[in-house]
C-alpha cells in the first residue's frame, strides 16, 4: 500500500508484526529453509546416514532429474493441477456462482449450502466416503450404473487419475463458488441491467462486463487453488498413487522415497524443487497483477 | 490496521495459552511398567498373536511383580516400519517391539537398537537356538534381536491336478527345466488353468522379491550383494539366467499369466485363484500354506493336508548352482536403547521366549521354529507339514541382503521382473535399466557387473 499510514508509529507497526513474524519464521521460514538444507544431505531416518549424513551438496537433484518416476509423478501433478484445479475448480466455482447470480432463494441456498458442506467436512472422511461411493462391488456409483444396464467399473484402478480429479473437484470447487459469488456481488447491477435492456446476450455480458470486473479475482482464484492442488496429499487415502504409479503426484512420490524408503534428504530435495515450482507460480501471479496494474 | 494487528495478537495469544496449559502428566506407580508394542490388533492383522499376548501376560505380571502395558497396531508392515522408525529417532518408543528380522540392519546401523549381547551368556535358553536363527537378528556380530518364529519358502502344487497331467507323486523337480516340464503337461492336459506362478512385479511387492527374483537369482548360484566385495551385483550369468526363465515361463510359454500378477491386489487374487485350484503350482511361504490355506479361512482349503502338496525349490541346474534353494524371514523382539530399565525388558523377552510360552503361539497359529527343542516338541509334531519341512529346508535356507539399501533395490527388482514379463522390455534392456536405478541409490562405485 502506498503512503505510511499515519495512526500508529512505525515502532507500534513493527510490534503488532512480530507475533506474526515470528510464528511465520517458526513454521513456515525455518523449515523451509530446513528442508532445503536436508535435501543438501543424505540424511535418512534408518541405517548409518541416521547418525552421520553427509553433505552431498546437489546430488540429489541430479538423481531426481534423473528418475523417470520423479517425471512421472510431475507429470501427473500438472494434469492433476489442470483437471481439477483449472478445469474443475475455478471454471465449475465460476459456472455455478454465475448461475447462482442469477438464481435466488432457495435452489441458491441449497447449491452454494451442499458444496460449502463437501468443503468442510474433513478431508479423511471425504476421501471414505469417495472409497465407498466408488467401490467396484458395493459402491453406490456400481450399483446405480449396475441397475441401468452398465457393466462394473473398478474406478480407482481402470479410471486412478481421473477418480482423484473428480474427487479433488468436488472437494474444492466451494471455495471458488464463494469467492466467486462476492466478486459478483461487487458487480453494480445497474452494468449487467442496462446491458440487458440493451440486448446484450449471456455470453456478451460475460465478456465485455463481469470478466473485467472479477479478473483480480480470478487470477487470485487461480494462484491459491494451484498452490493448493500441487500440494494435496489427500487422493493418497483414494488409489495410494497406484496403480503402477498411474495417480503417483508429487507429494506422493516425496512420501514414498522419505517413508517407505527412508531417504529424508533425497524426499527434502525434491520437496525443494516443489518449492521452486511453487514459487515460480507465484512469481507469475505477480506478474500478471503488476502488470494488471499498469495497464 | 489496528483490527489486523490486534487479531493477529489474539490469533496469537490463543495459540499460546493452551500450548502452556498441556503439561505432560506423568503417571506415578510404584509398580515397574514395560511397554510392548506389538503390530496386532484383535479382529484384525495378527490377531491371533494379539490374543496369545492377552493370555500371557498377567501370568507373567505376577510372576516378575511388573505391569506390561501392549500397545496394539493394525497397520501394513511398511507403515509400522516408518512408525518404530520415527518413533525410535524421537526416542519415546515402547520398551520391548515386535520386529521383523530383516529391519535389523539399519535400525541398528542408526543405533535405534539394543544389543543383547551382555544377556546372552546368563541366557538358559541360548543354547536352543539354531545359530543361523540368532545370525538372522544379528548384526556385525552384535545381536539385537531373538527370533520367535521363521518361515520357508517352497513349491506348493494341487495334487490331484499333477496328477491328472501324468506327473508322478510326490512331485520334486531337480532343476527348472523340470519345473517347465511338470507346467507344460498341466498346461496340455487343463489349457485354461494357470499352470505355474513364480511371483513378479510391483504389485506383489516384497512377495515378488523373496518368493520371486531372489529364489531364482540365489538358486542360480547367483547374489544380489557380494559380501567380499561390499558391492551391489547388477549383473551376472546368474541374473541373465532369472531373467531368461522369467521371459520363458510368461512371455514365450505363457505358463504364467503376467496379467494377474500385474494387477491391483494380485497376491489377494493369486490366493484366490490357487484356492479355487485354478493355479497349480505356486512358490510361496510357510504362512501361505499354515494361515492362507488354513481349512476355515477366507481363502481355506478343505483337506488342505491331503490336497496340497509340498516341494522343495530347485536350483537351476547350471554348473555352480545349488542344488535346492529356500528364503527365510521372521520376527521377534528387539529391545529399545532408550528403555528406562533395560534388565528387566531383557527378562521380560526372555519370560516371552520360553519353551512353553512359544508352544503356546504355535498353537494358535503355526510357524517354522527357530529353537530345537520347539521344532521336537509334541505340539510341533501335531502339525505335520511344519514338523515335515523344517528339517527339510531349514538346512540350506538363506536371507536377503540385510543392509539399509536394499528395500528401494527390492523394489527395482520387482520392477525389473514386471518389465520383462508385461514384455515392456526385453530381458537385456531391463536389466541395463535395473543397473542404472541401482547406480543411482548406491552410487556407481558401489556396483558390480560380474561376466
Not at chain 2, 495378527?46 to 497396531?73: C, H
Amino acid at each position: 500500500m502506498p503512503g505510511s499510514n499515519q495512526f500508529l508509529s512505525r515502532k507500534t507497526i513493527f510490534a503488532f508484526l512480530a507475533p506474526a513474524f515470528i510464528l511465520i519464521s517458526v513454521f513456515l521460514v525455518f523449515p523451509a529453509f530446513w528442508v532445503i538444507y536436508l535435501g543438501l544431505t543424505d540424511q535418512a531416518l534408518t541405517g548409518i546416514k541416521a547418525v552421520l549424513p553427509s553433505f552431498v551438496f546437489l546430488k540429489n537433484f541430479r538423481v531426481a532429474l534423473g528418475d523417470r518416476f520423479f517425471y512421472n509423478a510431475l507429470k501427473i501433478s500438472f494434469i492433476f493441477c489442470l483437471g481439477s484445479a483449472w478445469l474443475g475448480q475455478a471454471l465449475l466455482g465460476l459456472v455455478l456462482a454465475i448461475s447462482l447470480y442469477e438464481l435466488k432463494g432457495f435452489w441458491r441456498n441449497f447449491v452454494s449450502g451442499a458444496a460449502v458442506l463437501a468443503w468442510i467436512i474433513p478431508e479423511v472422511v471425504v476421501a471414505y466416503l469417495w472409497i465407498a461411493f466408488l467401490d467396484k462391488d458395493f459402491g453406490l456409483l456400481n450399483q446405480m450404473l449396475g441397475a441401468v444396464g452398465f457393466s462394473r467399473i473398478n474406478w480407482l484402478y481402470t479410471h486412478p487419475l481421473l477418480a482423484i480429479v473428480i474427487f479433488n473437484t468436488w472437494r474444492g470447487t466451494a471455495f471458488s463458488l464463494l469467492l466467486f459469488s462476492s466478486a459478483l456481488e461487487t458487480i453494480p447491477p445497474a452494468f449487467i441491467e442496462s446491458a440487458k435492456v440493451m440486448g446484450a446476450s449471456l455470453i456478451q455480458r460475460f465478456f465485455q462486463i463481469i470478466l473485467p470486473q472479477i479478473r483480480a479475482i480470478l487470477l487470485t482464484d487461480l494462484i491459491l487453488i494451484t498452490l493448493w492442488t500441487f500440494n494435496v496429499f489427500t487422493p493418497f487415502l483414494l488409489t495410494g498413487g497406484g496403480p503402477s504409479f498411474r495417480s503417483e503426484i508429487l507429494p506422493i512420490y516425496i512420501w514414498r522415497t522419505s517413508f517407505k524408503y527412508f531417504k529424508l534428504g533425497y524426499g527434502s530435495s525434491v520437496s525443494s524443487i516443489l518449492l521452486l515450482i511453487n514459487l515460480g507460480f507465484a512469481l507469475l501471479y505477480l506478474l500478471a497483477r503488476g502488470r494488471k496494474k499498469h495497464a | 490496521m489496528k483490527r489486523f494487528g490486534k487479531s493477529i495478537l489474539f490469533i496469537f495469544f490463543s495459540l499460546c495459552v493452551p500450548a502452556a496449559g498441556c503439561r505432560k502428566q506423568e503417571e506415578k506407580s510404584s509398580v515397574p511398567a514395560v511397554q510392548i508394542l506389538e503390530n496386532a490388533v484383535p479382529g484384525g492383522i495378527n490377531s491371533d498373536i494379539y490374543q496369545w499376548y492377552l493370555e500371557q501376560i498377567p501370568g507373567i505380571e505376577k510372576e516378575m511383580g511388573i505391569r506390561i502395558e501392549l500397545v496394539p497396531a493394525g497397520i501394513r508392515d511398511e507403515d509400522f516400519k516408518a512408525r518404530i522408525a520415527l518413533d525410535l529417532k524421537g526416542g519415546r518408543s515402547a520398551d520391548i517391539i515386535g520386529f521383523d528380522q530383516f529391519w535389523v540392519p539399519e535400525f541398528a546401523q542408526a543405533g535405534f537398537l539394543l544389543p543383547l549381547d551382555p544377556f546372552l551368556p546368563s541366557w538358559p535358553d541360548r543354547s536352543q537356538y539354531y545359530d543361523s536363527m540368532m545370525e538372522m537378528g544379528s548384526f556385525q556380530g552384535k545381536t539385537y534381536l531373538i527370533m520367535r518364529l521363521t518361515d520357508l519358502r517352497m513349491l506348493f502344487y494341487h495334487k490331484q491336478m499333477l496328477a491328472d497331467a501324468g506327473i508322478p507323486l510326490p512331485w520334486q523337480p531337480k532343476n527348472w527345466d523340470a519345473i517347465i516340464a511338470a507346467s507344460e503337461k498341466i498346461k496340455q492336459k487343463f489349457p485354461d488353468l494357470i499352470p505355474l506362478q513364480i511371483n513378479a512385479g510391483v504389485e506383489m511387492g516384497e512377495a515378488a522379491t523373496m518368493q520371486g527374483f531372489l529364489i531364482l537369482l540365489y538358486g542360480a548360484g547367483g547374489e544380489l550383494y557380494d559380501q567380499k566385495a561390499g558391492k551391489w551385483v547388477v549383473d551376472s550369468p546368474a541374473f541373465r539366467q532369472t531373467t531368461d526363465f522369467y521371459k520363458k515361463i510368461y512371455l514365450d510359454r505363457k505358463l504364467g499369466n503376467a496379467e494377474l500378477v500385474t494387477s491391483p491386489k494380485a497376491r489377494e487374487k493369486t490366493f484366490e485363484m490357487f484356492s479355487k485350484g485354478r493355479i497349480a503350482i505356486y512358490c510361496e511361504s510357510t504362512w501361505f500354506y499354515t494361515s492362507v490355506l488354513k481349512p476355515g479361512e477366507s481363502w481355506g482349503i478343505k483337506d488342505r493336508d491331503e490336497k496340497i502338496g509340498w516341494a522343495k525349490m530347485p536350483g537351476s541346474g547350471a554348473p555352480g548352482a545349488p542344488e535346492f534353494i529356500s528364503l527365510s524371514g521372521g520376527n521377534g523382539w528387539v529391545i529399545s536403547p532408550k528403555t528406562k530399565n533395560p534388565d528387566l525388558a531383557w527378562k521380560v523377552v526372555a519370560r516371552l521366549n520360553t519353551l512353553s510360552s512359544l508352544e503356546k503361539l504355535f498353537q494358535k497359529q503355526a510357524f517354522t521354529p527357530t529353537r530345537k527343542d520347539l521344532a521336537q516338541s509334541t505340539v510341533v509334531a501335531t502339525q505335520p507339514f511344519i514338523a515335515q519341512t523344517a528339517p527339510a529346508i531349514l538346512p540350506f535356507t538363506r536371507s536377503r541382503p540385510g543392509l539399509p539399501d536394499y528395500p528401494e533395490i527390492s523394489f527395482y527388482l520387482q520392477l525389473l521382473s514386471e518389465q520383462i514379463i508385461t514384455g515392456k522390455l526385453t530381458p537385456d534392456a531391463a536389466l541395463k535399466e535395473f543397473g542404472r536405478s541401482v547406480e543411482n541409490i548406491v552410487g556407481k562405485e558401489n556396483t558390480i557387473q560380474k561376466k
